[in-house]
């Protein structure tokens, strides 16, 4: 805009003010509420074109498929293809969760995505004694390709992604899925999904925690290495920014810290001599997306045209493909209320279309009665019937971006992402110059790890002392009897599966786990691939305790220390 006419506006705002606004004000007043973002940004009273002068539309913004692609990285959009519905689950048993994902295929729901129980997310056996208690109980038991072979029958590779959320034995479960593959005969190039394969969030946040910081990112390098030569359609990683969000970071860091994280990707990637622009359309991310409407959307927004601009600008990739920001999204968990269960209807519907306004490429919708157990099956329909009513009936997916261009939108999309690139430029600082070294720095000075907790510390403090509403909890409460269906995971379910293990062990060629695990070991040593040993370790039935323990013979296991 030009100087004259932003200073006509700003005359005439001030008219407005001077004219209309103050009488209206010294009558009525405000409401005596936090204006401001769950960052802490400020959120003026209105917005006008002196606020957005500064952006260029063609720079900035751009159109939809175009770099820096802020409108979206396809030209379509959702009017070419909805995003995917993508519903987390798993429990108990291989068969439970085979059932539970067919129900949901005949629902609608147009991809998979894996919840692992928790001795399998740290990578211990089923029979483990620190497993006892766990198995089935957060998600689905998973100990040795059986399970695989159980979890994915009648359901063809071919056709379906799958999503694995699963970090430190991600190498593993992805030598599953390979193995599956080639067990239906499906050409590993074809095969299509994403592990989430993110450890460095796990050191901020999350603490599913195994092996320490250097050999956790060599092995994901590993997995890049390995993954452009034999799964090209495949997703290797999902950086996430759901589980910093979810520990009680603020948008701003959510938005920081993940693309921090990614950018120490690139860099060990390109350390290790791959080919950027072969990797890059391989990486994904992994957004909350919570209650402040507006501010998620601008989040995903800045997303896209930061990963844009650092891809092009400072790591040279070529290729358009390796400028795209393509991201999953869930629902805020931490959102979700143990009082009046319903309400969380209503708050998982404004996140997920946030989530779409922001121009996700799949998405999870949290069922209601996740702050109690794992999601009955009425509840799952429920999530599910969110996302088919918002992308059939609310017209919402029609247009590209339909925000754009609202003052206030891209005001709140330029402020995220520069305050966004004040924390990557603290990390890069502390890495001088690297961001990979800044972020293992960050990680053992517990620079995100405090930075978080002070932003989960003040959220908490403005819930209980009344400064933030929460609607059923602070205010608005009532009394009431829980009367929704809980679902339970049979105590039975551990003895199957220690059953099924011990069965296993003793039907596999010994001779050939021992082998394929001593190949394993000398790849370890010796700094080399892991992922070909892997892959035979599984295929001959190793557990995935037993390959988990080769490495932490190898590299050692972390203890997470205290940060005060």
């Known amino acids: ?15 407005w003010e001077n004219s209309c606004l103050a009488p209206y004000m010294d ?41 820096p692609y802020t409108r979206g990285v396809y030209p379509t959009m959702y009017r070419g293809r909805l995003w995917t519905m993508r519903q987390f689950s798993g429990f108990g048993t291989a068969e439970d969760t085979n059932a539970r994902w067919k129900l949901l295929l005949k629902e609608g729901q147009t ?22 208690g766990e198995v089935g109980k957060v998600g689905v038991a998973v100990d040795t390709l059986k399970d695989f072979e159980i ?64 050999p956790s990112v060599k092995i994901i390098t590993d997995i890049f290495e390995w993954g452009v030569e034999n799964v090209p359609k495949f997703n290797l990683i999902s950086i996430s920014g759901y589980h910093i969000r979810e520990a009680g970071s603020t948008a701003v860091q959510e938005l920081a810290f993940t693309i921090a994280d990614g950018m120490a990707y690139v860099e060990a990637a390109i350390e290790r001599g791959i080919d950027i622009d072969r990797l890059a359309p391989q990486l994904s991310f992994f957004f909350n997306s919570h209650n402040n409407f507006f501010e998620e959307i601008a989040k995903f927004r800045a997303a896209r045209r930061m990963w844009a601009r650092i891809m092009r600008e ?47 490429q799949s998405l999870h919708t949290n069922s209601f009665d996740e702050a109690w157990a794992l999601p009955s099956e009425e509840a799952v329909r429920v999530a599910l019937r969110t996302q088919q009513i918002i992308a059939f009936e609310s017209g919402i997916p029609d247009t590209i971006d339909p925000l754009a261009g609202s003052y206030y939108v891209e005001w709140l999309t330029d402020k995220m992402e520069k305050l966004a690139w004040n924390y990557i430029e603290q990390i890069r600082k502390m890495g ?8 293992l720095k960050g990680i053992e000075d517990g620079f995100f790890v405090k930075e978080i907790s002070r932003a989960a510390a003040e959220y908490q403090r403005d819930v209980e ?27 039975e379910v551990q003895r199957k599966q220690i059953e099924r293990l011990r069965r296993i062990k003793a039907e596999r060629d010994d001779e050939a786990v021992k082998e394929a695990l001593n190949w394993l070991r000398s790849a370890a040593e010796n700094d080399e691939n892991v992922m070909p040993a892997i892959l035979q370790a599984v295929k001959v039935y190793a557990t995935e305790g037993e390959i988990m323990g080769v490495l932490k013979e190898v590299y050692g296991t972390y203890r997470k220390p205290v940060i005060i």
């Not at 319903?342 to 996700?360: D, E, K, P, S, Y």
């Open 151 to 214: 979890l994915f029958d009648g359901i063809p590779l071919d056709r379906v992604s799958t999503s694995f959320t699963i970090n430190p034995p991600a190498a593993v479960i992805l030598a599953m899925y390979v193995a599956i593959g080639d067990m239906q005969g499906v050409p590993r190039e074809q095969l299509r999904g994403t592990i989430q394969n993110d450890m460095l969030k796990e050191f901020h946040a999350q603490n599913t925690l195994v092996l320490p910081p250097e």
């Open 314 to 360: 400072e790591y040279g990739a070529k290729d358009p493909r390796s400028w795209w920001l393509k991201f999953h999204t869930q629902t805020a968990g931490c959102s979700l209320t143990a009082q009046q269960p319903l309400n969380n209807i209503v708050r998982t519907t404004i996140q997920a279309m946030a989530a779409v306004l922001g121009g996700t």
């Open 1 to 15: 805009m030009e100087n004259r006419k932003i200073e006509e506006m700003k005359k005439e705002r001030e008219k």
């Open 27 to 67: 009558r009525f007043g405000e409401r005596d509420e936090m204006f401001e973002t769950l960052s802490g940004i400020k959120v003026n009273r209105i917005y006008d074109p002196t606020d957005t002068a500064h952006i260029d539309y063609i720079r900035d913004i751009n159109y939809p498929g175009q770099y």
């Open 111 to 132: 991809g998979l995505s894996t919840a692992f129980d928790f001795p399998t997310l740290m990578g211990i056996d089923s029979d483990s004694p620190l497993a006892d």
């Open 465 to 491: 002392e009344g400064r933030r509403t929460i609607v059923g909890v602070n205010r608005y409460t009532i009394e009431e009897k829980l009367n929704i269906p809980i679902l339970k995971v049979d105590e």
């Open 432 to 439: 001088e110059g690297s961001m990979l070294r800044g972020v």
